[in-house]
């Protein structure tokens, strides 16, 4: 079945760690994207990416790093200079211009 | 910059009953709208879209939405909610610049919850 693979679902940190969250699709779409969310502030994006080598920073890309040398791949790091890293993070990918995302399970960071 | 108002953080219903779930917009131009439902612990799957003709659109589980570009708004019901409705309802516009779609900006979401 076609669909965007996250993982891990679940990961712990200690402060100071990078870590990298993982994100995979077989969709064959062009857009890739990554949103943080928090309870009662909807999603925020970070990065996304519209063609592979190219990405852009969303609103919130302070503190995370992104790579795109694969089409089907677009893996995020949160790095230690974000501030405040446990939060929800969802990947999502759009195969049209007009924008409408399908979205991967998630993956809930908790720093320690 | 555009912006998505979900002026309800949590709304009840009872079992049976409509449900209207408000949202109200700004964007420059003629906008795409979302509608995204996510249970907990989960991704956000959607609901229906609006880009353009007929102002009504119809979704998957029941879902309807109405677009009213004088009142910039683009509102969800359902006219007898079951009690596995029961879950986060985002509102998103859609981003665009000359390179193509630049993601959602997505409302701050409605926490709906059926009671029995």
């Known amino acids: 079945d076609g669909g965007i693979t996250q993982s891990p679902k679940y990961l712990f940190r200690k402060e100071g760690q990078n870590v990298t969250l993982s994100c995979e699709q077989n969709?064959?779409?062009?857009?890739m994207y990554w949103y943080r969310q928090d309870p009662g502030q909807g999603l925020r994006l970070i990065y996304y990416s519209q063609i592979v080598n190219d990405f852009q920073k969303g609103d919130i890309a302070e503190g995370y790093s992104v790579s795109r040398e694969k089409k089907e791949s677009f893996p995020l790091t949160v790095t230690s200079a974000q501030k405040n890293p446990t939060a929800f993070y969802l990947c999502a990918s759009s195969g049209t211009n007009t924008g409408e995302l399908f979205f991967g399970e998630g993956s809930r960071l908790t720093v320690l | 910059a555009q912006s998505v108002t979900q002026p309800d953080i949590h709304i009840t219903v009872s079992e049976g009953a409509s449900l209207e779930l408000r949202c109200n917009y700004s964007y420059g131009a003629t906008p795409y709208l979302f509608w995204y439902v996510q249970s907990p612990g989960q991704g956000l799957q959607l609901l229906l879209k609006?880009?353009?003709?007929?102002?009504l659109v119809q979704g998957i589980k029941g879902f309807e939405a109405e677009f009213k570009r004088s009142q910039s708004s683009f509102n969800l019901r359902k006219p007898s909610v079951h009690w596995s409705d029961a879950a986060e309802y985002f509102c998103?516009?859609?981003?665009?610049?000359?390179?193509?779609?630049?993601?959602?900006?997505f409302g701050k979401g409605t926490h709906l919850i059926i009671q029995p």
């Open positions: 998103a516009v859609g981003l665009y610049s000359g390179g193509g779609a630049d993601g959602l900006t």
């Open positions: 969709l064959n779409h062009d857009a």
């Open positions: 609006y880009f353009s003709g007929d102002t």
